[in-house]
């Protein structure tokens, strides 16, 4: 009899908790896609503050691995996007050198490809990277679908990521190499473009001298 009870105890418990628990879970996923807008805080500031002096309360988190592997980082943030991106639908030519003759030989196969989903539709989409110098690479970003190209953005040492959604992508890229300061833009995909919604500065930590 004893034992029953006890079992009904516990069946009480699960009841209880498991619901919370996913609860918890789900509020997590949310504030980890949703990121706060911060208004009181300008890019110009964040750009100024670049490299980032690790304050010395914080510095027993840091070890000089983090610094140089990891590229620790500075708080970021969170930007509002004030223009729109433009809306490509172009014809790809795969062997078309992004940067003219001078920079491929004719007839090579210039870019880099990996492939994810990025307008939510279950299928992927090609996501190709090329470079047009030699240094801080890559920098030409292309989607295409269907032999199409539907977005294209050129930058310094361009990434592009992709996300849970799949509803679009971040594009991450950097700003100045010397201080490490990088940007982190997250594009969404709406009505057969992709839109720009918000973004990050990242800085470079540094131990003070």
Same mark, same amino acid.
């Given at each position: 009899?004893?034992?029953?009870?006890?079992?009904?105890?516990?069946?009480?418990?699960?009841?209880?908790?498991?619901? /919370?628990?996913?609860?918890?879970?789900?509020?997590?996923?949310?504030?980890?896609?949703?990121?706060?807008?911060?208004?009181?805080?300008? %890019?110009?500031?964040?750009?100024?503050?670049?490299?980032?002096?690790?304050?010395?309360?914080?510095?027993?988190?840091?070890?000089?691995?983090?610094?140089? *592997? &990891?590229?620790?980082?500075?708080? $970021?943030?969170?930007? =509002? @996007?004030?223009? &729109?991106?433009?809306?490509? &639908? %172009? !014809?790809?030519? =795969?062997?078309?050198? !992004?940067?003219? %003759?001078?920079?491929?030989? =004719? &007839?090579?196969?210039? +870019?880099? $490809?990996?492939?994810?989903?990025?307008?939510?539709?279950?299928?992927?989409?090609?996501? /190709?990277?090329?470079?047009?110098?030699?240094?801080?690479?890559?920098?030409?970003?292309?989607?295409?679908?269907?032999?199409? @190209?539907?977005?294209?953005?050129?930058?310094?040492?361009?990434?592009? %990521?992709?996300?849970?959604?799949? *509803?679009?992508?971040?594009?991450?890229?950097? /700003?100045? +190499?010397?201080?490490?300061?990088?940007?982190?833009?997250?594009?969404?995909?709406? *009505?057969?473009?992709?839109?720009?919604? +918000?973004?990050?500065?990242?800085?470079?930590?540094?131990?003070?001298?």
């Amino acid at each position: 009899m004893k034992k029953k009870k006890h079992r009904n105890h516990i069946a009480r418990y699960l009841l209880f908790f498991i619901p /919370l628990i996913l609860l918890l879970i789900a509020f997590v996923k949310v504030l980890r896609y949703t990121p706060q807008l911060d208004e009181k805080i300008s %890019e110009k500031t964040v750009n100024a503050a670049c490299p980032y002096a690790i304050p010395k309360s914080e510095q027993k988190k840091y070890t000089t691995t983090d610094l140089v *592997d &990891n590229m620790a980082i500075a708080p $970021a943030p969170i930007f =509002p @996007v004030t223009k &729109n991106q433009v809306v490509v &639908n %172009e !014809p790809f030519d =795969p062997y078309a050198p !992004p940067a003219g %003759e001078s920079f491929f030989p =004719p &007839n090579t196969y210039p +870019w880099t $490809a990996v492939s994810f989903d990025v307008t939510n539709d279950g299928q992927n989409e090609q996501i /190709l990277t090329a470079n047009i110098a030699m240094n801080h690479t890559p920098h030409l970003v292309r989607i295409v679908q269907n032999g199409t @190209v539907i977005f294209k953005y050129q930058g310094i040492n361009v990434d592009p %990521e992709e996300v849970e959604s799949h *509803d679009g992508f971040m594009l991450n890229e950097t /700003l100045d +190499w010397l201080t490490g300061t990088s940007k982190r833009t997250r594009y969404i995909y709406k *009505d057969g473009t992709f839109i720009p919604a +918000w973004y990050q500065i990242y800085c470079q930590a540094q131990m003070p001298q």
